[in-house]
């Protein structure tokens, strides 16, 4: 249960960070955090340390926890690896997937529907992260699938539901993800690697359009 709920004020600061709200350089009182979600100080220590593990926040000894100023330079080069992972990812799926693999697929992009059709942004960002999660599964390499889950942690903030409200990103992310499921299926390595490949930069640039808009310029 602990864990559930550090995820969720993680997840809420994490959007406050991202949105502006909690500005570079603001400290991260743990009292307050406590007293704002009704908790006690363990999930919300167990929060503000996955917070740091994502560059968000930096703790350091006897001055707390303060919001970092977001480099986006440094986001350009996890989502730049990212890309050259998944696609890798997406092209063995392509050659490796089951039958039953590659209708879970098909499976996830139906349940993501409603949420185009509701703008549901939490919803799809839910069923986003199934949908990237299978195919990394579906590489059935296992290192591959780490590597891949560790830069997805990392870069995880950035692919909240929040980027999802900038243009009509929902659409063209569920346009891609037809792409991708399209290519897996017939067994199109290339087409799905360069697909897989095309939807991450896709999503990085979204991510940092809507970071230099909200005047993050990555100013250290």
Not at 60 to 71: A, Q, S, Y
Not at 125 to 154: C, P, V
Request: with cysteine.
């Amino acid at each position: 249960m602990s864990g559930t709920i550090a995820e969720r004020i993680a997840q809420q600061l994490a959007d406050q960070i991202l949105s502006g709200e909690l500005a570079p350089g603001e400290r991260i009182e743990e009292k307050k955090v406590t007293e704002q979600f009704g908790v006690s100080r363990t999930p919300v220590r167990d929060a503000l340390r996955h917070l740091a593990a994502t560059g968000l926040v930096a703790i350091r000894p006897h001055r707390g926890v303060t919001v970092v100023d977001l480099e986006v330079e440094q986001l350009s080069d996890m989502f730049e690896a990212q890309a050259e992972i998944e696609a890798l990812c997406a092209q063995l799926s392509a050659r490796r997937m089951s039958n039953i693999e590659r209708r879970k697929l098909e499976m996830i992009s139906e349940r993501s529907r409603p949420a185009l059709e509701d703008t549901d942004h939490a919803l799809y960002s839910a069923t986003n992260e199934d949908f990237h999660k299978l195919i990394y599964a579906g590489s059935h390499n296992d290192t591959l699938e780490q590597m891949a889950l560790n830069l997805w942690n990392r870069v995880a903030p950035f692919r909240r539901s929040i980027f999802f409200k900038l243009g009509n990103r929902m659409e063209q992310s569920f346009d891609e993800h037809g792409e991708i499921i399209a290519a897996i299926t017939a067994g199109d390595e290339t087409r799905a690697r360069q697909a897989m490949h095309a939807h991450i930069t896709n999503s990085s640039v979204n991510a940092i359009d809507y970071l230099l808009r909200h005047g993050r310029d990555g100013a250290a």
